[in-house]
Antibody, heavy 125, light 109 residues
Framework: QVQLQESGPGLVKPLQTLSLTCNVSGDSITSGPYYWTWIRQSAGKGLEWIGRTLITGSTNYNPSLRSRLTISVDTSKNQFSLKLRSVTASDTAVYYC?????????????????WGHGTLVTVSS | ETVLTQSPGTLSLSPGERATLSCRASQSVNSAHLAWYQQRPGQAPRLLIYSTSSRASGIPDRFSGSGSGTDFTLTISRLEPEDFAVYYCQQYGSPPPWTFGQGTKVEMK
């Protein structure tokens, strides 16, 4: 049974970089076909899709975050990561990592079948 | 960006009753790329339905999904106590972003 676990600081100062890692256990991150995805949830915005990566390192980002965002994967450590630069209070949220099934013919997603428990990140000085 | 609008915002029902939740898209969504999630308080969302009508692993058959184009529905045939939660739809169309609806809360009457 695959498990995902987010880790990283719970408090980040404004204008600094939010860095989170998702550790995947119980299966290789190279098994597939899966995207490895970040999603966040705040009271004001509900669930927001942040972006995804393949094990090749190919990524897609939410256009609203693209200029500040980097998602990367480290297959040797069975984990993937998120870096969000120049954060503000509006980036305060619970951040989830998830595994996304996708259609190998089209590349379109089908569903996020495994999620981490989520980690609360607060942006405050 | 495809906007998903869920209705109603809150559904007040009793155990044993039928729940019908709606998800309307601002543009047509391929039915293969529409999913439903359940979120209980303090937990991550859980995949219920993918590709509009396919139940995810371990999901009881009282949950069913239907729809096409811009209108999709999640039905819970007979509510169990553990079904009182918030439900979200999500579309996985191209190009990203893959957007979520704002959620429907199913609360006990």
């Amino acid at each position: 049974q695959v498990q995902l676990q987010e880790s990283g600081p719970g408090l980040v100062k404004p204008l600094q970089t939010l860095s989170l890692t998702c550790n995947v256990s119980g299966d290789s991150i190279t098994s597939g076909p899966y995207y490895w995805t970040w999603i966040r949830q705040s009271a004001g915005k509900g669930l927001e899709w942040i972006g995804r990566t393949l094990i090749t390192g190919s990524t897609n980002y939410n256009p609203s975050l693209r200029s500040r965002l980097t998602i990367s994967v480290d297959t040797s450590k069975n984990q993937f990561s998120l870096k969000l630069r120049s954060v503000t209070a509006s980036d305060t949220a619970v951040y989830y990592c998830a595994r996304t099934l996708y259609d190998i013919m089209t590349g379109y997603g089908l569903g996020d079948d495994n999620w981490g428990h989520g980690t609360l990140v607060t942006v405050s000085s | 960006e495809t906007v998903l609008t869920q209705s109603p915002g809150t559904l007040s029902l009793s155990p044993g009753e039928r729940a019908t939740l709606s998800c309307r898209a601002s543009q047509s969504v391929n039915s293969a790329h529409l999913a439903w999630y359940q979120q209980r308080p303090g937990q991550a969302p859980r995949l219920l339905i993918y590709s509009t009508s396919s139940r995810a692993s371990g999901i009881p058959d009282r949950f069913s999904g239907s729809g096409s184009g811009t209108d999709f529905t999640l039905t819970i045939s007979r509510l169990e106590p553990e079904d009182f939660a918030v439900y979200y739809c999500q579309q996985y169309g191209s190009p990203p972003p893959w957007t979520f609806g704002q959620g429907t809360k199913v609360e006990m009457k």
